[in-house]
């Protein structure tokens, strides 16, 4: 399964919206009837951090700025007013069929 | 609290194998619901999965890296090792490994480890 994320790099003002797009070469609807398509965010230096699971459930401590849509083979993680600890790399991931994939990644920086 | 943390060597030559391990608390290697995978980030570019291990010793792996990758766990010392033969430089990256819950994903990642591969 091939992810395409677009844009690949995403400048934004501080309080304005970001969007991202994760596209799927195939469905990711599981056979037992879930999807499991996360988004990671990569801040500067650090490891990977889950932000979104199964389209659209914000993991622990994730800011309710964050919010994942989609289903089937679109997907989408809007912030709605981005704030400067924001910016770093955002990455889609599918766990619905092995091997797992991850799109490309969109750089969020601060215009 | 839920912890994993990748060790293992910061240089290997080319053609050398790599032995990675990672070690995890706050959760049981035995958890039917829990997995655990290896993942990849070469220097400036993007994330690439590599390996897991389900809780019952099955694996999966990269279709490209298969034939130089082995995953196995010890779930009493609560660790997987990855080992990975015939380095090169272009597999320089940092290498994390990663929980997987079964009704969630990937949730929490090691701090990772860079290795270099040079001679």
């Known amino acids: 399964i091939v992810l395409t994320q677009t844009p690949l790099s995403s400048p934004v003002t501080l309080g304005q919206p970001a969007s991202i797009s994760c596209r799927s070469s195939q469905s990711l609807v599981h056979s037992d009837g879930n999807t499991y398509l996360s988004w990671l965010q990569q801040r500067p230096g650090q490891p990977p951090r889950l932000l979104i699971y199964k389209i659209s459930n914000r993991f622990s401590g994730v800011p309710d700025r964050f919010s994942g849509s989609g289903a089937g083979t679109d997907f989408t993680l809007k912030i709605s007013r981005v704030e400067a600890e924001d910016v770093g790399v955002y990455y889609c991931?599918?766990?619905?069929?092995?091997?797992?994939?991850f799109g490309g990644g969109t750089k969020v920086e601060i215009k | 609290q839920v912890t994993l943390k990748e060790s293992g060597p910061v240089l290997v030559k080319p053609t050398e194998t790599l032995t990675l391990t990672c070690t995890v608390s706050g959760f049981s290697l035995s958890n039917t619901r829990m997995g655990v995978s290896w993942i990849r980030q070469p220097p400036g570019k993007a994330l690439e999965w590599l390996a897991h291990?389900?809780?019952?010793?099955?694996?999966s792996y990269s279709t490209s890296l298969k034939s130089r990758l082995t995953i196995s766990k010890d779930t009493s010392k609560s660790q997987v090792v990855l080992t990975m033969t015939n380095m090169d430089p272009v597999d320089t990256a940092t290498y994390y490994c990663?929980?997987?819950?079964?009704?969630?994903?990937?949730?929490?990642w090691g701090q990772g480890a860079l290795v270099t591969v040079s001679s």
């Open positions: 291990i389900f809780s019952n010793d099955a694996q």
């Open positions: 991931i599918q766990a619905t069929q092995f091997p797992l994939t």
């Open positions: 990663a929980r997987i819950v079964g009704a969630l994903g990937i949730d929490y």
